[in-house]
């Protein structure tokens, strides 16, 4: 398996929050996660608005998390640079195999989560049509959330059945829990929290990295 990445994953409730979040970890961080919740999809509302992600300059590479409802009219304003990977809810899509084609086509990563209480099963099917899995350790929404155990059975059987796929944890990643999702198979952390409310960011994803390696 390929070494594991941290992505610092920025959940916020403005695009000036967005902004002033990317500068922060942008010299440490190959990749940054935005997490994009409309309120409907989930409990809470955060920044939600593909058209200011065209005004930032010298952009980083972007995953977004598109926690919202009715993705297959929507996703069609999200294949906007400097978005390189899209990552959406197998739960609030009506036709995913029309959505992978849609990301695909604008040549972007396409992405598939889960929620906890989705059974894993349900992705078989998608195998060799995405470019990852995003296994959510905690229910779609806020961060800060505590992490359930039981998803680490999911991510052992994707990697049992899928050697090659890539999985990306996400959802109460931090000392600890971070280290159970990279054991049962993951390649990509994700983590908002664990990074942002520490008062060096930089020293927060060394000490993320550090954990996962031993």
Same mark, same amino acid.
């Given at each position: 398996?390929?070494?594991?990445?941290? $992505?610092? #994953?920025?959940? #916020?409730?403005? *695009?000036?929050? !967005?902004?002033? +979040?990317?500068?922060? %970890?942008?010299?440490?961080?190959?990749?940054?996660?935005?997490? %994009?919740a409309?309120?409907? *999809?989930?409990?809470?509302?955060?920044?939600? =608005?593909?058209?200011?992600?065209?005004?930032?300059?010298?952009?980083p590479?972007?995953?977004?998390?598109?926690?919202?409802?009715?993705?297959?009219?929507?996703?069609?304003?999200?294949?906007?640079?400097? !978005?390189?990977?899209?990552? *959406?809810?197998?739960?609030?899509?009506?036709?995913?195999?029309?959505?992978?084609?849609?990301?695909?086509?604008?040549? /972007?990563?396409a992405?598939?989560? $889960?929620?906890?209480?989705?059974?894993v099963?349900?992705? %078989?099917?998608?195998f060799?049509? %995405?470019?990852? *899995?995003? $296994?959510?350790g905690?229910?779609?929404?806020? #961060?800060g959330?505590?992490?359930?155990? /039981? !998803?680490?059975?999911?991510?052992?059987?994707?990697?049992? =059945?899928?050697?090659?796929?890539? $999985?990306?944890?996400?959802?109460?990643?931090?000392?600890?829990?971070?280290?159970?999702?990279? +054991?049962?198979?993951a390649?990509?952390?994700?983590?908002?929290?664990?990074?942002?409310? /520490?008062?060096?960011?930089? +020293? #927060?994803?060394?000490?993320? /990295?550090?954990?996962?390696?031993?």
């Open positions: 398996m390929k070494s594991v990445k941290i $992505i610092p #994953a920025i959940n #916020a409730r403005s *695009f000036i929050e !967005v902004k002033n +979040k990317i500068k922060l %970890v942008k010299p440490y961080a190959d990749w940054i996660h935005l997490d %994009v409309d309120g409907r *999809f989930t409990p809470n509302t955060t920044w939600h =608005n593909p058209k200011d992600l065209l005004k930032l300059k010298n952009p590479k972007i995953e977004v998390h598109l926690m919202i409802n009715n993705i297959d009219k929507k996703i069609q304003n999200w294949l906007i640079l400097p !978005v390189k990977r899209i990552i *959406f809810h197998l739960e609030g899509a009506r036709n995913p195999d029309l959505i992978i084609k849609k990301i695909k086509a604008a040549k /972007k990563q992405g598939i989560s $889960i929620n906890p209480e989705t059974l099963l349900k992705l %078989v099917s998608y060799g049509k %995405v470019n990852f *899995f995003q $296994i959510l905690v229910n779609p929404g806020k #961060a959330q505590k992490f359930q155990k /039981k !998803v680490l059975s999911k991510v052992r059987f994707i990697r049992k =059945n899928c050697n090659k796929c890539v $999985i990306e944890g996400d959802g109460g990643m931090k000392a600890g829990t971070a280290e159970k999702m990279v +054991k049962a198979g390649n990509l952390i994700v983590s908002a929290s664990a990074i942002f409310d /520490k008062p060096d960011v930089k +020293k #927060a994803i060394q000490e993320l /990295k550090s954990e996962i390696r031993n």
